[in-house]
T-cell receptor, first 112, second 115 residues
Framework: DGGITQSPKYLFRKEGQNVTLSCEQN?????MYWYRQDPGQGLRLIYY???????QKGDIAEGYSVSREKKESFPLTVTSAQKNPTAFYLC???????????FGPGTRLTVL | AQSVAQPEDQVNVAEGNPLTVKCTYS??????LFWYVQYPNRGLQFLLK??????LVKGSYGFEAEFNKSQTSFHLKKPSALVSDSALYFC?????????????FGTGTKLQVIP
């Protein structure tokens, strides 16, 4: 997982609450990504950012928001508008457009 | 639109036997292809990638993959499976859409190596 940290590892949220997942990297990578993983499914892209102060919606952006104010950080907010937020969330980063993505250890979010 | 398919949800193989995990892809341009492995409750770990060059790509932990353009496949292989290889394997394809890079992951194949 080296160089990318996600916190917390486990997160519990009550319905109707917003929650922010942290992702930090010290690899000096320009691009960062957020994925959602559900049991029996692959990874689905939520948001990605190629450079600071720029980000793009992925395939399932509804109910999520991000910011990229610093190169090292790409926090993801799961809003109350996300109807089914319980999942495993993975953050990744890559140096450039053809480079390998490196993943953090993930955050498991459970809505109570 | 780009896509990637992993036709097998699970592959079972006896320890010491060769293993193959299948992946096919569809992209509009030249494909950049990747294999990742995921152990339970962990992030994905990079195994290998193909961008250009030799069709046989060697990666971590003794894995290799063969790029076949005519069959649009990128199957993961290992000559002799270990019990510790049991994990979830993801194939991914990278493409450029609208000037932004985008990676699409397959649904994953669970590899079970039987002692």
């Amino acid at each position: 997982d080296g160089g990318i940290t996600q916190s917390p590892k486990y997160l519990f949220r009550k319905e109707g609450q917003n929650v922010t997942l942290s992702c930090e990297q010290n690899l000096n990578h320009d691009a960062m990504y957020w994925y959602r993983q559900d049991p029996g499914q692959g990874l689905r892209l939520i948001y990605y950012s190629q450079i600071v102060n720029d980000f793009q919606k992925g395939d399932i952006a509804e109910g999520y928001s991000v910011s990229r104010e610093k190169k090292e950080s790409f926090p993801l907010t799961v809003t109350s508008a996300q109807k089914n937020p319980t999942a495993f969330y993975l953050c990744a980063s890559s140096k450039g457009i053809t480079d390998t993505q490196y993943f953090g250890p993930g955050t498991r979010l459970t809505v109570l | 639109a780009q896509s990637v398919a992993q036709p097998e949800d699970q592959v079972n193989v006896a320890e010491g036997n060769p293993l193959t995990v299948k992946c096919t892809y569809s992209v509009s341009g030249n494909p950049y292809l990747f294999w990742y492995v995921q152990y339970p409750n962990r992030g994905l770990q990079f195994l290998l990638k193909y961008i250009t060059g030799d069709n046989l790509v060697k990666g971590s932990y003794g894995f290799e993959a063969e790029f076949n353009k005519s069959q649009t496949s990128f199957h993961l292989k290992k000559p002799s499976a270990l019990v510790s290889d049991s994990a979830l394997y993801f194939c991914a394809v990278r493409d450029i859409a609208g000037g932004y890079q985008k990676v699409t992951f397959g649904t994953g194949t669970k590899l079970q190596v039987i002692p």
